[in-house]
Nanobody, 115 residues
Framework: QVQFVESGGNLVQIGGSLRLSCAASGMLISDRTMAWYRQNPGYQRELVASIAADGSTIYAESVKGRFTISRDNAKNILYLQMDSLKLEDTNVYFC?????????WGQGTQVTVSS
């Protein structure tokens, strides 16, 4: 059974950094396009970054140059390194497939950027 568990969210000041992790089970993240999404209550979930099986990456314009998506195939963990954080990065972050599966949305991990 496929499952994603996100972690690493925290309270951080503007300009700070965080690394989010997504532990996957039931499948190999190296076989599929994986992605990070974020959503605030009342807003639509948006794609933050994705990484394909061949390692190619795509980023939302709002995070280009600041966020880096990567994966550890041996540990089957997806990462999101977030640097130069801004207030508007405050969100709940989720991982899922590049074409997300509705039933696989987890609890997410809360990132709060403060001034």
């Amino acid at each position: 059974q496929v499952q994603f568990v996100e972690s690493g969210g925290n309270l951080v000041q503007i300009g700070g950094s965080l690394r989010l992790s997504c532990a996957a089970s039931g499948m190999l993240i190296s076989d599929r396009t994986m992605a990070w999404y974020r959503q605030n209550p009342g807003y639509q979930r948006e794609l933050v970054a994705s990484i394909a099986a061949d390692g190619s990456t795509i980023y939302a314009e709002s995070v280009k140059g600041r966020f880096t998506i990567s994966r550890d195939n041996a540990k089957n963990i997806l990462y999101l390194q977030m640097d130069s954080l801004k207030l508007e990065d405050t969100n709940v972050y989720f991982c899922n497939f590049g074409s997300p599966s509705r039933r696989l949305w987890g609890q997410g991990t809360q990132v709060t950027v403060s001034s």
